[in-house]
């Protein structure tokens, strides 16, 4: 029988696969993340999903059974295609040889996540690392470390060509540099439902400028996102 490779990811709560996001924020990198975790889970095309987490977490046996069960097709229960373990087994785990990918949620755990990698794996084990913006200075210093590391088949997942190069940016002029990349940095936009986000056709338009008191001919500004002066929009200007 064909081994398929794993999926790996440390996380700080299992709320990540919970569609409404218990005990975190509801903002759109949470919300994507969470997403793909989920996808990735009840894809057949993956062994599994092994999920590390604070020994504290998994405390709670029930909660964990739910969300499995609530992520989780039936088909894919009872198979091993999520599995949870506390953070410090995870020399035991990359001691594996099978194949896996591991998933680094946020730029900034990606030096410790590599270190992690480097040290214990024993099979393939390239990182995918989810970033959407450069905004927190804790991104800045993260990315830093990495100097001086030699390349890896890593890939850092860029939403943007604005943000691939202004990563490629950073190396090009962190003190010392220019330093190699020491990851791939791959360009890979969000998907969009395209079933539920398309156009509107004219009497769609007209009824929604209705509905929401809009003047028929007037231009309208629409900003989908959080408000947040240091990394978003900020209403000062506005």
């Given at each position: 029988?064909?081994?398929?490779?794993?999926?790996?990811?440390?996380?700080?709560?299992?709320?990540?696969?919970d569609?409404?996001?218990?005990?975190?924020?509801?903002?759109?990198?949470?919300?994507?993340?969470?997403?793909?975790?989920?996808?990735?889970?009840?894809?057949?095309r993956?062994?599994?999903?092994?999920?590390?987490?604070?020994?504290t977490?998994?405390?709670?046996?029930?909660?964990?059974?739910?969300?499995?069960?609530?992520?989780?097709?039936?088909?894919r229960?009872?198979?091993?295609?999520?599995?949870?373990?506390?953070?410090q087994?995870?020399?035991?785990?990359?001691?594996?040889p099978?194949?896996?990918?591991?998933?680094?949620v946020?730029?900034?755990?990606?030096?410790?996540?590599?270190?992690?990698?480097?040290?214990?794996?024993?099979?393939?084990?390239?990182?995918?690392?989810?970033?959407?913006?450069?905004?927190?200075?804790?991104?800045?210093?993260?990315?830093?470390?990495?100097?001086?590391?030699?390349?890896?088949?890593?890939?850092?997942?860029?939403?943007?060509?604005?943000?691939?190069?202004?990563?490629?940016?950073?190396?090009?002029?962190?003190p010392?540099?220019?330093?190699?990349?020491?990851?791939?940095l791959?360009?890979?936009?969000?998907?969009?439902?395209?079933?539920?986000?398309?156009?509107?056709?004219a009497?769609?338009?007209?009824?929604?400028?209705?509905?929401?008191?809009?003047?028929?001919?007037?231009?309208?500004?629409?900003?989908?996102?959080?408000?947040?002066?240091?990394?978003?929009?900020?209403?000062?200007?506005?």
């Amino acid at each position: 029988s064909v081994t398929l490779p794993r999926v790996t990811v440390f996380l700080g709560d299992p709320g990540f696969l919970d569609a409404g996001l218990p005990g975190l924020p509801g903002h759109g990198a949470n919300l994507g993340t969470g997403a793909r975790l989920r996808a990735l889970a009840a894809n057949p095309r993956w062994g599994g999903l092994d999920v590390l987490l604070p020994v504290t977490a998994l405390r709670d046996r029930e909660r964990l059974a739910s969300t499995a069960a609530a992520v989780l097709p039936p088909e894919r229960r009872g198979i091993g295609a999520l599995a949870f373990y506390p953070h410090q087994s995870a020399p035991e785990l990359f001691a594996d040889p099978t194949e896996r990918v591991v998933v680094c949620v946020d730029p900034e755990d990606l030096p410790a996540t590599r270190c992690v990698r480097d040290r214990f794996a024993r099979g393939p084990a390239p990182i995918a690392t989810l970033t959407h913006g450069l905004g927190h200075m804790g991104c800045h210093s993260a990315l830093f470390r990495l100097v001086g590391l030699p390349p890896a088949p890593d890939s850092l997942l860029c939403l943007s060509l604005a943000l691939r190069d202004a990563v490629a940016d950073l190396y090009a002029t962190f003190p010392g540099g220019p330093h190699p990349l020491p990851f791939d940095l791959d360009h890979v936009p969000n998907g969009v439902d395209a079933d539920r986000f398309r156009p509107a056709d004219a009497a769609r338009r007209a009824a929604l400028r209705e509905r929401f008191g809009l003047p028929p001919g007037a231009t309208v500004a629409l900003f989908q996102g959080r408000v947040t002066a240091h990394g978003k929009a900020d209403l000062l200007p506005l």
